[in-house]
Every structure is written in C-alpha cells, then in structure tokens.
DNA sequence: ATCATCGAATGAACCCGATTCATACTCCGC
DNA sequence: GCGGAGTATGAATCGGGTTCATTCGATGAT
C-alpha cells in the first residue's frame, strides 16, 4: 500500500511548510504579528487545515522552537565528540552555540517568549516536558565533556557532579544571549562583539575551574586563531563567508 | 494650593494599587490569567478608570518591572558601595541578586516575558527606554566595583573597559536565574540549591579572572560563612528567616 | 462506471478579552 | 448655586484564536 506512505509523506511535507511559513512571518513581521490565519493563508489553505496539524498557536511556537532545537543540538554534538583535548571540546561547544546564535537570530529570543509562556501557564505538561527534552542533550552534552576532563585529570576532581560544574558554563552562555537577544542591554552600552565577549569569559570560567590554561584569554590574537582552528574544523558548514576568519563580528 | 498636590498623591496611590493588585494576580494565577478588567475590579473601579494610568496592558506590565527593578537595583547598590575588599563587593553583588530572587521569585520570569514581547514590538519607545534604563545601574555598579579592584590591583590589568569583564559575571548571573526560573531546566535535571551553584560559580568565575582567591569555592563550609557573613553585614533586612544560616535553600 | 467511505479542507460563526468612548458624576473655586 | 476640570463608568467595538457542520475529492470495492 503505497498510497499510506504518499499520505504520511505529505503531511510531513505539509507541516514543514507550515513550519518554515511561520516561521519566516516571525523573522519578518515579529512574532506578535503573527496570525494563525496569516500563516494559512500564506500557504494557500484555509485556517481550519491549519488546526489539523497543530492543536494551538502555542503548540505552532512550540514545534518551532524544537524543530531549531535539534538544528542546536546537532551542531553542540559534534563539538562534544570532536577527537581533541577536554579543553578544545568544552570551548567548542561555546564556539557551536555562538555559530548558532549567529545563525538563527531569531530562536532564543522565540525559545524564551515560548517557554515563559508555556511555564507560567503550567497547563499542558506534555509540551512542557518536550519542551525541557529539548534541553536534554544540552545538559548531557556538556556534562560529558566534563566528566571526561575529570577523568583524564585536566580538571581539579571536585566532589560535585558533572552537571554541577557544567552548569556554569551554561548559564554564562544562556546569559549571554538573553543579554544580546532580549534586553538590549549590550547596545545600550555600547558593547560590540559580544560573542566575543562569551568566548573570553568562558576561557576565564575554565581557568577559574583550574582547567589547564592553553592561552591568556586576553590574547585577541590567540584567541582567533583558536576560533578560526575550531571552525575550519568541526563548524565549516556553518561558516560560509569564506574562509580565514570565520568568526566575524555582527557589527 | 493644597488641592493640586491631593490630586497627585491620590493618583499615585491609585496607581501603586492598581500595579500591586496586578502582582498579585499575576504571582497568584500566573501571567497568562491577568486581565484588566479583573485588576480593575479587585481594586473596585472599573475597566476605563484602569486605562487613564495606562495606556494598555503592555504599559502595565513594563511599569510593574521598572517598579521592581529600582528594589533590585537598591540592594546591588548597598552591596556596590560596601566599605570592603573588591572581591567581597563582587560577591556581594551575586548574593543581593540571589537575595532578591529569593524574595522576588516572579520578576525575573515577568521580566523576561516583558523584554521579549516589548522588543518584538518595537513600539511604546518611551516605556521601553524606562526598562532598559532600570537596567543602567546594574551595569554601572557591576563595572565600578570591577574598576575599584584593578585600580587596587587584585585583579590583572586588561585592556578591556571594566564593563566588559563585568558582563561575565552579570551574564552569568542572568543566566542562571533563567535556568532557574524560565526552564525549569534545573529540577529536571535535579539540581538542589540551585543559587548555591550561583555563587560558587561566580567564585570559579573570579578566580579565572586571577582575583585573589579567598579559599576554595569548592569548600562548603568556607562558602557558607562568608554568605552569612555578607548577609549579615548587607542584607538582614532581606533575611527575614531569623538569625544564623541566613542563606536557604529553597528546596 | 458507479457508489460508499473516509480523511482532508473550508470558512463562517463563536468566544474571549483588550481597548474605546459617549455619558455621568464629583469636587472645587467663585 | 454654577461652570468646568478632572474622574469614573461599562456597554459597545474590534481583533484574532478556535470550533464545527459541511463540502470536497481520492480511493478502492462492486
């Protein structure tokens, strides 16, 4: 029964269209603006066919979120499973989620809309968790490569858990982005560069984790050619302006 | 002319209760319930009288922050300008943000929900300048303090403005009161003590900036005593819990 | 070729809640 | 008591998410 498979896949089909429909109108118009018909309409159906693949505006944000989520994730893996030292891994996964953010603008600022909404309604625990899975990986990821620089003792063996460790990194990235996404803060003050700025200060966190230092973190010039080695290695994809400095600044 | 100067103080105190009204509905059933017809009545006026303090609910919402911004701004300038070493102040500074998310647990949530929508819109300019510039002095106090302790040489000379060094700690703050607050990432992984985690980063992260270590940021009981003793010194009126271990964990 | 079946599509109708506005009230100085 | 500025009112308006009774069209059995 081919015709089964036909169906399935044109559903699929459907409601990534929808998906990248949506998504373009947030990108454009800002999510406020954004109108379930307006979507519909965008791709020649009707507002009820829409309801057919998503239940709710919300759940329409929140398959976005983790349809960039896996896209996130995906590039923080292979960071995390590069064959190279504890260090170079943990600084990559900064590097991953910097690329990222530079890439798509537009998620953490619809990431954070959609799980504060979703949080205080504290309705629908299905979603909620999907959305907290999302997150999973990050956590694991991270963790992992911890646990592995305490194993092979590049790190000072603490009596925390991996995650405990990891988790400050992390929260200086997500930081970080809230920073530059949400508040405006950065432009407020003039701060140019500012995943820079997250590069730096996760050298600094590191060195404060008795990490063996590879490099002054205030060295401009060692820290690009670090940049520049991470990304012509793992994230070469993500860099398509060319080659030489990957990381340039949005500014 | 007494009369003009009634007139300004009740519209006031009009005002107050219409925000305070809208915080409780807001901390009672969440965000997503608040209405403004309901806070207009819990306050016994009607819909209308509720629209000639703000121009909408968008407006509401900003003044609520601002409101709660300049409390937390109050503590951090307490801790800024303690009569102490610059790395007490640094510490300090993390612990009146932990104190005030202890005491505020919505804010940070509020906040966040605030920012990504006012950005998103673009419009209201004058509110939205108010939030960002609720948010000046926490960027002043944070670099000053940063400042005070290279001039005093704790810390190594950069070639970076004070503001930039400082955004490492203030990010990291952010984000953790995020991980906190927005995603709920933390009890999913079952991290206990979550502002604990806080501030022994925020020790890590200093140490990275070769400041002076005070001890170990791994050693429990040493933490735990400058916290009490900052407490005690900074903050006992934001310790309401009794004297001793005035740092609890929320769980 | 005809017909029954069923998943998909439709969009007008419904509902909820923010916002407006024409009207009414209250207080004050004269 | 009067005029008017400032305030209060809540029914009406409006916008947009969501529903549902109906229609459409492909499929495959007779």
Known sequence: MGTRERRLREL??????????????????????????KVARACDYATGT???????????????????????????????????????????LVVA???????????FRLAQYVTTEVIWRAASQKRRDAVLEA??????????????????????????RPLEIAI?????????????HAEGILD??????????????????LNGLHWQPLFD???DEALTAQLNHICATLFDDLCP???????CSPH
């Open 50 to 92: 829409l309801y057919q693949h998503f239940a709710s505006k919300e759940d329409l944000l929140l398959s976005i979120c983790a349809d960039q989520a896996e896209k996130r994730v995906e590039s923080m893996a292979r960071a995390a499973h590069w064959d190279a030292p504890s260090r170079d891994r943990m600084i990559a």
């Open 188 to 205: 407020f003050y003039d701060l140019r560069d500012p995943y820079r700025l997250l590069l730096r200060h996760s050298h600094i966190h």
């Open 12 to 37: 699929a089909e459907r409601e990534q269209r929808f998906l990248d429909s949506a998504r373009e109108q947030i990108s454009e118009h800002g999510l406020l603006s954004l109108q379930m018909a």
């Open 241 to 247: 302006e060319g080659t030489g400095y990957r990381y």
């Open 217 to 219: 973190p205030f060295d």
């Open 135 to 160: 997150h999973g990986p990050i956590g694991e990821l991270v963790s992992q490569v911890v646990q592995d620089a305490i194993d092979a003792g590049d790190v000072a063996s603490f009596k925390l």
């Open 168 to 180: 400050g990194p992390w929260a200086l990235s997500e930081g970080m982005h809230n920073l530059v």
């Open 97 to 107: 989620d910097v690329l990222f953010a530079k890439r798509h603008p537009d998620h």
